[in-house]
């Protein structure tokens, strides 16, 4: 819908070497100061599936799920051009479970137009993220995200594709009036 479009809003995914780097950059840069006024989550890596040029290092598991703690989950795609009316046409129906889905606490999309989209969620629990991505969910027409990662195998939509696992940590700021986005904790 346009009407969730949002152009001056910054976004930024990112590593860093330890905490006190983090708070470095977030007190003593131009760009950092910017983000101190919102909201951002620290989170821990757990897991990824796929691969996207600059993540390699990452490895496959970290072994550390536990199916029943909060998760985020943040996708990474650089779209084939020609496949890009038939991934929105798998999407929609993918989208549409996401944002109802009743065990997220938060979801969000960003694009680099025209080829590079991402998806950013907080979900109460690991369970039930991969609940919904296996088509397990009690909600109606469960297998939308399920489908759409047989037809994606069928015939990628993309170039590059990564998925990308987060234990949240700790939560700052607030999004838009909302704050404790994470299930279980308090908002800094």
């Known amino acids: 819908s346009p009407s969730r479009i949002q152009f001056r809003t910054l976004t930024m995914f990112a590593a860093w ?22 909201w951002h989550i620290r989170m821990k890596f757990l897991r990824r599936w796929g691969s996207f040029r600059g993540f390699e290092y990452l490895p496959e598991s970290t072994g550390e799920q536990d199916p029943s703690e909060p998760v985020v989950a943040v996708t990474l795609a650089r779209m084939k051009f020609l ?14 479970l996401v944002r109802d889905h009743p065990g997220k606490t938060f979801v969000t999309a960003l694009t680099r137009l025209p080829q590079t989209v991402s998806t950013f969620s907080i979900w109460e629990s690991q369970k039930e993220m ?18 759409a990662m047989v037809e994606r195998k069928r015939k990628n939509f993309h170039f590059e594709f990564i998925t990308l696992r987060f234990k949240p940590i ?5 999004w838009e009036g909302q704050k404790n986005l994470i299930p ?4 800094v």
């Open 17 to 38: 070497e330890n905490e006190l780097a983090l708070d470095s950059f977030l007190q003593n840069s131009e760009l950092g100061n910017l983000f101190t006024t919102g």
């Open 83 to 96: 496949q890009i009316p038939r991934f929105i046409s798998w999407g929609i129906p993918v989208e549409r």
């Open 130 to 147: 991969t609940d919904m991505v296996h088509g397990h969910s009690n909600v109606p027409q469960p297998k939308r995200h399920s489908n």
């Open 170 to 174: 700790k939560e700052y700021g607030v």
């Open 184 to 187: 279980n904790t308090t908002a």
